[in-house]
């Protein structure tokens, strides 16, 4: 379906903020809005049999669990999009997580989103350790950490993974919310179980509703059924009360097998293709439906995806894998439950493929079709990298991300151009692999550019009448010229030109008065570097 905003809030506490943390959890929110799970209760019975309870036994799970969660401390310098050639400054947060078997600690990736530095605190022990982050899936919002010390690892016990819980069930979540230093426990039931918009990667994957209580700082802690984790505690829906949500074991488990098989998150899968339901009679009866016959409507397919060159508009998906696909998009999932069908793409690994059953023309086929990862023309997420960007003549250009139109926070639906850039990053698609749509960012104000500043939010096309792909072509292009002149095409038709000689005696002037360390990101530089080093071997 459609790309959506995020609008649920990841849970961990400080005053760092990530990329995602930066638009939805910075300091223009109020402190209740930065939400996470857990308050500071005592764990009591209950009435169900794989619920903790105070038995002889149940009290040593109590210790595992307890000896396995820890206190994740992180040092954040997120990254500045409106100065690229700088961090905002260093700070502070915190969250939860816990041991698995292999000696690997299991957090949200939104915990150490841009982290600077990661130590972590055992439960019971006044001592930090160092720790580094081996794989993140920002997109899941999963995160494996690991420590170099032993002495760490001694007395440390790990948790292993349970089942998707049933309706109704009791949950306790485990971690170090605000409101205190120590491990804290609190209960819950399962509310619901469905795909949910995750707020940090802007996805939407299978999650589980609870309705623990909730405060920030749990985010990564340990949702438990008895001894056996159920879910990753990781966001909550705000401006309502007691709703939670936990990263389900089906999503956890993914995340780690695809790091083992390929030693980095490889991303999420995705059939590629927009749909809309087929709840209309007169819809179904246009496209041959029978009455028996159930299914969504293909509407556009992304052109880098496989399905691209096997489906076509107006297809009907009948099913997915042998799964036949309800007019609503959903699938049968356990007990009287449904899920939509997208789940099933989803925990795909990439390069599987999935069979389709597809009507057109009124015949039915399958199709075998092979699902891998795929780019946003604009990118959702930016984390753990710098912003690329490139400075000539004054004039920042740099490939749009959604973080950068998060700079501007509501603003960006007041001002037409940007209005306007946000909507490309919600509609527009790839058509060529690397592709980007690059933008003159603003104007670092000079005799040479004069006029030119209220050129700022439009996107470069060309340069010197060649049509540009991405940034890093912008940047060759520039680099590279050998003529008298230099010509720029905007959107709207607008026109920069500056004499090229001219241009580079001014730009290494700006980026002195303005204390600015490079006209170019290092990956621009690296790039050219190495495409250099390959035309001419030693």
Same mark, same amino acid.
């Given at each position: ?5 995020? /609008? ?55 210790? /595992? ?27 502070? /947060? ?130 438990l059924i008895g001894d056996k984790v159920v879910g ?5 829906l705000t401006d309502y009360e007691n709703i939670g ?85 959903t699938i049968p999932f356990r007990n009287r439950e ?14 599987? /493929? ?185």
């Amino acid at each position: 379906m459609d790309r959506e905003l995020p /609008t649920r809030l990841p849970l961990s506490d400080g005053d760092g903020a990530g990329d995602c943390r930066r638009s939805l959890c910075n300091s223009a929110i109020p402190e209740p809005n930065r939400v996470a799970f857990a308050t500071a209760t005592t764990l009591g019975p209950s009435s169900t049999s794989r619920s903790l309870s105070s038995s002889a036994s149940e009290d040593e799970s109590v210790e /595992t669990v307890l000896d396995s969660v820890v206190k994740i401390f992180t040092v954040v310098s997120s990254p500045n999009y409106l100065m690229p050639w700088q961090n905002k400054p260093p700070s502070d /947060t915190w969250g939860s997580g816990f041991v698995i078997p292999g000696k690997r600690i299991i957090t949200n990736a939104h915990v150490v989103a841009n982290q600077t530095f990661v130590q972590v605190r055992k439960h019971g022990s006044p001592t930090k350790f160092k720790a580094r982050v081996l794989a993140v899936g920002h997109e899941c919002d999963l995160a494996i950490l690991v420590v170099d010390s032993q002495e760490f690892w001694e007395g440390m016990g790990f948790l292993e993974f349970g089942d998707i819980p049933f309706l109704q069930e009791a949950i306790a979540v485990v971690g170090y919310p605000q409101g205190g230093d120590n491990i804290s426990i609190t209960k819950g039931v399962v509310s619901r179980v469905e795909p949910t918009k995750y707020a940090h990667g802007a996805t939407k994957l299978m999650a589980i509703q609870i309705d623990a209580a909730i405060n920030p700082g749990n985010s990564g802690g340990p949702a438990l059924i008895g001894d056996k984790v159920v879910g990753v505690a990781f966001q909550n829906l705000t401006d309502y009360e007691n709703i939670g949500y936990i990263i389900p074991v089906p999503v956890i488990k993914q995340f780690i097998s695809g790091v083992e098989e390929s030693g980095e998150y490889p991303g999420l899968c995705s059939l590629g293709l927009h749909y809309q339901p087929t709840e209309n009679s007169q819809l179904r009866n246009h496209f041959g439906m029978l009455p028996e016959m159930t299914g969504v409507l293909v509407n556009n397919i992304k052109p880098l995806s496989d399905a691209y060159r096997i489906l076509k508009k107006d297809d009907i998906i009948l099913a997915f894998d042998g799964v036949p696909v309800a007019n609503d998009g959903t699938i049968p999932f356990r007990n009287r439950e449904r899920i939509a069908f997208d789940h099933l793409a989803s925990m795909k690994k990439p390069n599987e /493929t999935a069979l389709i059953k597809v009507l057109r023309d009124g015949k039915q086929n399958e199709f075998s079709i092979t699902l891998r990862p795929l780019q946003h023309l604009v990118p959702v997420h930016q984390f753990d990298k710098l912003p690329s960007y490139y400075i000539f003549a004054g004039l920042i250009f740099i490939p749009l991300t959604q973080p950068f139109l998060d700079e501007y926070g509501e603003n960006r639906y007041y001002y037409t151009r940007l209005r306007r850039l946000h909507e490309r990053a919600l509609r527009e698609l790839p058509r060529n692999a690397g592709e980007q749509i690059v933008i003159l960012s603003q104007v670092l104000m000079d005799d040479i550019n004069a006029g030119y500043k209220c050129l700022a939010k439009l996107q470069v096309r060309k340069v010197n009448g060649i049509e540009i792909e991405n940034l890093s072509h912008l940047y060759r292009l520039v680099e590279h010229h050998n003529r008298d002149s230099i010509r720029f095409d905007l959107e709207d038709e607008k026109v920069i030109i500056f004499d090229y000689r001219e241009a580079k005696i001014a730009t290494s002037a700006i980026l002195k008065r303005q204390g600015i360390p490079s006209a170019a990101s290092t990956d621009l530089i690296d790039e050219q570097n190495s495409e250099e080093d390959l035309a001419c071997p030693i």
